[in-house]
């Protein structure tokens, strides 16, 4: 089980801040296109993702217990 944080607009389109998934020993690319099957509204492509808090790359594998955070580029001015 991972649990997924959602901030920004991505968790204005999935209505939820936080979600937890049966998924465990996939890559973080494989995440991305599994949230894009179940929220087709969203788009990851472009999206900073950190795995237990530290930056992780589409090639880091995501296991069991982990927390996964897609963080969408901010503006501002």
């Excluded at 990851?44 to 993702?49: E, H, K, R």
């Amino acid at each position: 089980m991972i649990n997924i944080l959602l901030f920004a607009h991505l968790q204005e389109m999935v209505g939820e801040s936080k979600l937890t998934l049966e998924l465990s020993d996939v890559t973080v690319a494989h995440l991305k296109e599994w949230m894009e099957e179940h929220y087709p509204q969203l788009s990851l492509q472009q999206i900073m993702t950190a795995v237990n808090e530290e930056f992780a790359t589409d090639t880091t594998i995501v296991k069991s217990g982990d927390t996964i955070a897609f963080i969408p580029p901010i503006s501002g001015g």
